[in-house]
């Protein structure tokens, strides 16, 4: 793993800059030809939903006919790997969460057949969503510290779920159980459906929810919130505490992205321009609005400020994942 990952960090930190050794951009870029935005996952889930946001203004303003491909499977893993092996002419895109990016390749290193930061460049973050610790309604604690104690009194005796072996959610709970120095057992599951329904039905005690997901059930009463993945509250719920207030859990940070990716190769010129207009797309009402109403905190910023986002989530990621021994399925 320290092979890999000392190889993805310096593809990573350099990936956007070896695109200034490619050929400017194309004349004819872009013609009048459709362009394919290729979604990792099944529509409906929170990816489909962001790249329909931001795919059809995109398009608008580039002039082109933007089509959603939907190409699930493998954790993301197909779909990414689809766009990797795309010719880098600027008419096939990725939107993809962070997990397939820095995640996938250390878990599941024999299933991914591309290296994701040197056939990938990427173009900008879309959005970036905290996650909400929740626990059953019947679980005895109402707080972090309440957990904590419980826990420890309890080891090995309480149980979480996310949704499979080697997903963000059950990375970023590992690394909370890590730091705080509890004992967890993790219960994967196939879907986050089943996970809330079961935290509901007092069957699984413990989770990690965006809050798109986690908010209206802990609104309805019917599932407890004890605290938040990042240091900043949360305008809908402010009552929420942040984890990182406990003196366990001090600079715990966690948060799920969604961003914009081209192939590997991919002129610097169309990258610049992809997200020139995509930052243009992110700042209009119309597409801030529905994100924010999911607690998600618009993307800004440059290709090179994204891929220096995800170098660093790349080697804090490794370290839970070595450390757990997470290995995919």
């Given at each position: 793993m320290h092979?890999?990952?000392?190889?993805?960090?310096?593809?990573?930190?350099?990936?956007?800059?070896?695109?200034?050794?490619?050929?400017?951009?194309?004349?004819?870029?872009?013609?009048?030809?459709?362009?394919?935005?290729?979604?990792?996952?099944?529509?409906?889930?929170?990816?489909?939903?962001?790249?329909?946001?931001?795919?059809?203004?995109?398009?608008?303003?580039?002039?082109?006919?933007?089509?959603?491909?939907?190409?699930?499977?493998?954790?993301?893993?197909?779909?990414?790997a689809k766009v990797a092996r795309a010719a880098p002419d600027g008419y096939t895109l990725l939107v993809a969460p962070d997990s397939t990016i820095v995640i996938a390749p250390l878990v599941t290193p024999d299933a991914v057949k591309y290296d994701p930061l040197k056939d990938l460049v990427p173009v900008g973050l879309i959005n970036i969503t905290p996650l909400i610790l929740v626990a059953s309604p019947g679980l005895p604690v109402n707080n972090f510290a309440e957990l904590l104690r419980y826990a420890r009194a309890n080891?090995?005796?309480?149980?979480?779920?996310?949704?499979?072996?080697?997903?963000?959610?059950h990375v970023a709970m590992e690394a909370l159980l890590q730091?705080?120095?509890?004992?967890?057992?993790?219960?994967?599951?196939?879907?986050?459906?089943?996970?809330?329904?079961?935290?509901?039905?007092?069957?699984?005690?413990?989770?990690?929810?965006?809050?798109?997901?986690?908010?209206?059930?802990?609104?309805?009463?019917?599932?407890?919130?004890?605290?938040?993945?990042?240091?900043?509250?949360?305008?809908?719920?402010?009552?929420?505490?942040?984890?990182?207030?406990?003196?366990?859990?001090?600079?715990?940070?966690?948060?799920?992205?969604?961003?914009?990716?081209?192939?590997?190769?991919?002129?610097?010129?169309?990258?610049?321009r992809l997200n020139r207009e995509l930052n243009a797309v992110l700042s209009s009402p119309e597409v801030r609005k529905p994100f924010e109403e999911q607690a998600a905190t618009i993307g800004k910023g440059s290709g090179a400020d994204y891929a220096e986002f995800l170098r660093k989530e790349l080697v804090r990621n490794a370290v839970v994942i070595k450390a757990a021994n997470i290995k995919g399925e």
């Open positions: 092979k890999l990952l000392l190889n993805l960090c310096v593809v990573l930190t350099c990936s956007t800059l070896s695109t200034l050794a490619q050929a400017q951009t194309p004349a004819a870029w872009p013609a009048a030809k459709p362009m394919s935005v290729v979604v990792p996952f099944a529509a409906g889930g929170a990816v489909d939903y962001a790249a329909r946001m931001v795919v059809n203004k995109l398009g608008e303003r580039l002039g082109q006919s933007m089509v959603i491909d939907n190409v699930a499977g493998a954790g993301g893993v197909v779909g990414t080891p090995g005796k309480l149980n979480y779920a996310s949704p499979g072996v080697g997903n963000l959610l730091q705080a120095g509890i004992n967890i057992v993790h219960v994967p599951y196939k879907s986050t459906p089943q996970i809330v329904s079961d935290l509901i039905g007092n069957q699984i005690e413990l989770a990690l929810l965006v809050p798109s997901t986690g908010l209206p059930h802990i609104k309805g009463g019917k599932i407890k919130a004890l605290g938040l993945t990042v240091n900043e509250r949360l305008t809908a719920s402010p009552e929420i505490p942040p984890l990182s207030d406990s003196p366990e859990l001090k600079g715990y940070y966690v948060t799920t992205s969604i961003g914009l990716f081209v192939p590997g190769k991919t002129s610097p010129a169309i990258v610049e």
